[in-house]
């Protein structure tokens, strides 16, 4: 089962889902700005991407504000768990790997 964190207001995002959807794949949506995961979450999830800095959103004022260094994967972890903006999306996880869908096309290596 694919879990596609999704923000619906992103064009990358719906993206994704309609590739999903077209495909017949079966996956469960995670808005997770309404539902954001928590610290012990973000370091699994952490864990199944290739590259763990790639899921912070560096460029969002958010972030820019902090003045930090996105080389420690802690204080990204914990930047994201307060503030689930500045996490990136869409994001589709198999529970054994997750893929950051830029492009969104890139989420479908997880159906070979």
Not at 5 to 27: D, I, M, Q, T
Request: charged residues 30%; hydrophobic residues 45%.
């Amino acid at each position: 089962m694919i879990t596609l964190y999704h923000n619906p207001r992103c064009s990358k995002s719906r993206e994704a889902l309609a590739l999903l959807e077209a495909r017949g794949v079966e996956f469960r949506v995670h808005r997770y700005l309404d539902d954001p995961l928590d610290i012990p979450a973000l370091r699994e999830l952490a864990g199944r991407v290739d590259d763990p800095s790639a899921l912070l959103r560096s460029n969002e004022a958010e972030w820019k504000a902090l003045g930090q260094e996105a080389s420690d994967l802690e204080t990204v972890i914990a930047a994201i768990a307060e503030t689930p903006k500045l996490m990136q999306r869409p994001i589709a996880d198999r529970g054994d790997r997750a893929i950051i869908g830029r492009p969104p096309e890139a989420i479908l290596a997880l159906l070979d």
